[in-house]
């Protein structure tokens, strides 16, 4: 059964580090997301992305966020200057088409900060 | 104020024993999805409703959607140790594409 892959599972970095989480997306999936999960807390939306392009972004999605489809099959988060607030479980996420409401999650990154 | 809230939190109950978990809200959702999500994983899409009113079964899972797409409930028959798990409504606004979570349950099934 297809599914969503990230890597790393686990990445530590240091305060003001830049951090690059990846993802591959179901293959035959158009619209692309990432959600972030601090612990105890809710999953919170970030950003979507379709046809190369951000569709929507959250207040949490600051400049200090960006994210990219360098090739066919990987979708990016990289975050410029981490904070210690950044510490979270990231979450990709992709769906199929505007008719299909599922969106179907990675297994999840966890950023540390220190 | 929560968009999407989840009753009870916390949940714990005997093998055996049948139970409901709420997901409510003040606005209407194009269609809601319950997720389960296991300690350090991601949420694993349990089923999407999308009719107002609809009624999903999968074994011995039961999701309905309420009429006015505001509402959900996951109800469970005969609940079994491996039902154990937090779970997780979600659902995209009228209008939006992002999911918005609920707050979640904590289920615990005592054998």
């Known amino acids: 059964e297809p599914e969503v892959t990230q890597t790393p599972s686990h990445q530590v970095t240091q305060m003001g580090q830049e951090v690059i989480l990846r993802c591959v997306p179901i293959s035959n999936h158009l619209y692309f997301y990432w959600y972030r999960q601090i612990l105890g807390q809710k999953v919170e939306f970030l950003v979507s992305f379709y046809n190369n392009e951000i569709s929507e972004k959250s207040e949490i999605f600051d400049d200090q966020f960006s994210v990219e489809r360098p090739d066919g099959s990987n979708f990016t988060l990289k975050i410029r200057s981490t904070k210690l607030e950044d510490s979270a479980m990231y979450f990709c996420?992709?769906?199929?088409?505007?008719?299909?409401?599922?969106?179907?999650f990675g297994p999840g990154t966890r950023l540390t900060v220190t | 104020t929560q968009l999407l809230e989840q009753s009870p939190q916390f949940l714990s109950i005997q093998e055996g024993e049948n139970l409901t978990v709420y997901c409510n809200s003040s606005s209407v959702f194009s269609s809601l999805q319950w997720y389960r999500q296991e300690p350090g994983e991601g949420p694993v899409l349990l089923v999407t409703v999308v009719t107002g009113g609809e009624v999903k079964k999968l074994k011995r899972l039961t999701f309905q959607f309420g009429d006015a797409r505001k509402d959900s409930s996951l109800h469970i028959t005969a609940a079994q140790p491996g039902d154990t798990g937090l779970y997780l409504c979600?659902?995209?606004?009228?209008?939006?594409?992002?999911?918005?979570f609920g707050t979640g349950t904590r289920l615990t099934i005592i054998p």
């Open positions: 979600a659902g995209p606004r009228v209008g939006n594409e992002k999911l918005t």
């Open positions: 996420a992709s769906r199929n088409s505007w008719s299909s409401y599922e969106q179907y």
